[in-house]
């Protein structure tokens, strides 16, 4: 059975860090592509990385280019985003999300973790 | 660059028909494929549509997917409505000119 467990959300001040994990188990890690998609409190879905089955290339959205870094570590099945100058918008719950190997489509997802981005 | 817009909201009564639109701003929305996710409250996404028209073991055949390149969109369709299939359903793409995964806005299924 896929499974994708999120971790490492929590308070933060603004301007400050975070680095989320997201342990995978259930399907072999090293062939499949990976996502972070987050959704602000009663907002919608906003997709924000993808890393590749062979860490490279990776992708972002406008929204966190510059600021936010996806990385894998296969010996621990493991999916990163390290999360830096952070803003009170970033204030959402972010979920990793496995990709299709033959399309965009994210078809296995985790239950997310709360990132809150407050004084 | 390029978005999908939903509808906010559609609302139907049990055992009818729905139709959630998804139209593409700009390109053509038959050069990617289209999902569709489910999102119950408290819940991740799960999904219901996946390459047009595709549905995953265990998804009811109820659900459907079609693309329409007159009006540049994808729908989702629900027939047979149950109370259960009240919950937020997302349109996702893939942009070609940076990689991007694109969602939709999101579309609030009552069923009443």
């Known amino acids: 059975e896929v499974q994708l467990v999120e971790s490492g959300g929590g308070l933060v001040q603004p301007g400050g860090s975070l680095r989320l994990s997201c342990a995978a188990s259930g399907f072999t890690f090293s062939s499949y592509g990976l996502n972070w998609v987050r959704q602000p409190p009663g907002k919608g879905l906003e997709w924000l990385s993808y890393?590749?089955?062979?860490?490279?290339?990776?992708y972002y959205a406008d929204s966190v280019k510059g600021r936010f870094t996806i990385s894998r570590d296969y010996a621990k099945n493991s999916l990163y985003l390290q999360m830096n100058g952070l803003r009170d918008e970033d204030t959402a719950v972010y979920y990793c999300?496995?990709?299709?190997?033959?399309?965009?489509?994210?078809?296995?997802w985790g239950q997310g973790t709360l990132v809150t981005v407050s004084s | 660059n390029f978005m999908l817009t939903q509808p906010h909201s559609v609302s139907e009564s049990p055992g009818k028909t729905v139709t959630i639109s998804c139209t593409r701003s700009s390109g053509t929305i038959a050069s990617s494929y289209v999902q569709w996710y489910q999102q119950r409250p408290g819940s991740a996404p799960t999904t219901v549509i996946y390459?047009?028209?595709?549905?995953p073991s265990g998804v009811p055949d109820r659900f459907s997917g079609s693309i329409d390149s007159s009006s540049n969109s994808a729908s989702l369709t629900i027939s047979g409505l149950k109370t259960e299939d009240e919950a937020d359903y997302y349109c996702?793409?893939?942009?070609?000119?940076?990689?991007?995964?694109?969602f939709g806005g999101g579309t609030k299924l009552t069923v009443l």
């Open positions: 390459e047009d028209y595709q549905r």
């Open positions: 996702q793409s893939y942009d070609s000119s940076n990689q991007n995964r694109v």
């Open positions: 999300a496995r990709g299709s190997t033959s399309s965009s489509h994210l078809d296995y």
């Open positions: 890393i590749s089955s062979t860490a490279s290339p990776m």
